[in-house]
């Protein structure tokens, strides 16, 4: 329930994620892009009898006076002005950033990149920190993605300009989509939210309308799995259950999502299902 695709900073196009869920037999996903909703109609037309069920997904990147958040949103109608007007709004805050991220790397370390390859960036769906990460890789400026990311791309801060959460989540909503919230544990960078502060955080999105906790998540242990099922029970939270999966820009393998195939499903996550499916 949570991958992206070249539509946003993935590896895979839809068509070869399509194959590679067919390949890995997953029968439920969605394709999660970052501000994005391009690719449910990309993958639609592709699946015919037999196939795995397809969930129209996306996730936005927010921001508000009490930290960062990443909010995904399913079962949605992508064609609506109110998920598509917070695709724009996103969409314009990242072609922003990307700009003044190149200034940045030329102003402070003398990083230019070809005006071919400058194009290129800036005709993508949705370009981020990977590819320009990717870029610098390949014109020598950094020896791998994460190393231009974390000490390079990081160090320019923005401030002024984002996606709330309540923002999106109401756009989820009207959209006629489930709301929830993507690896919950996580904040700004490497900051790890748990005990009352996860409580707190959590309180003030489902006053927003949040109606899931993503409790399965690739990089979580076991107990943060369980104190993720434990705060969705207690506020009668949706599950769901991701690998975020970015093909060959990340290090997580498809399907991953800490969920086995032998495990009983949670309520939550059985809810969800029969919500969105």
Known sequence: MHMHTTVS??????????????DAGIKVFSVTDHDAVKSAGI????????DPAFIPGVEFSCRDDGGKYHILGYGFDPESTAVRYVVEHGHSIRMKKVTARLEFLKSEFGFVFPKEDVDKLLSLDNPGKPHIGNLMVRHGFADTKENAINNYINRIRFTDEYIGPK?????????GGIPVLAHPFYGSGD???????????????IECGLRGIEAYYSGFSEKMCGEALSLAERFDLYVTAGSDYHGGNKLVKLGDTGLSGETEYPKGL?????AVL
Do not use: C, H
């Open 9 to 22: 900073d993935g590896t895979d196009t839809p068509a070869l994620l399509v194959q590679n869920v067919r």
């Open 43 to 50: 993958i639609r037309p592709l699946l015919g009898d037999g």
């Open 167 to 175: 923002e999106a989540i109401s756009g989820i909503v009207a959209a």
């Open 191 to 205: 900051e790890l939210i748990i005990g009352g502060d996860m409580e707190k955080r959590l309180l003030r999105l």
């Open 270 to 274: 059985r809810r969800f299902l029969e």
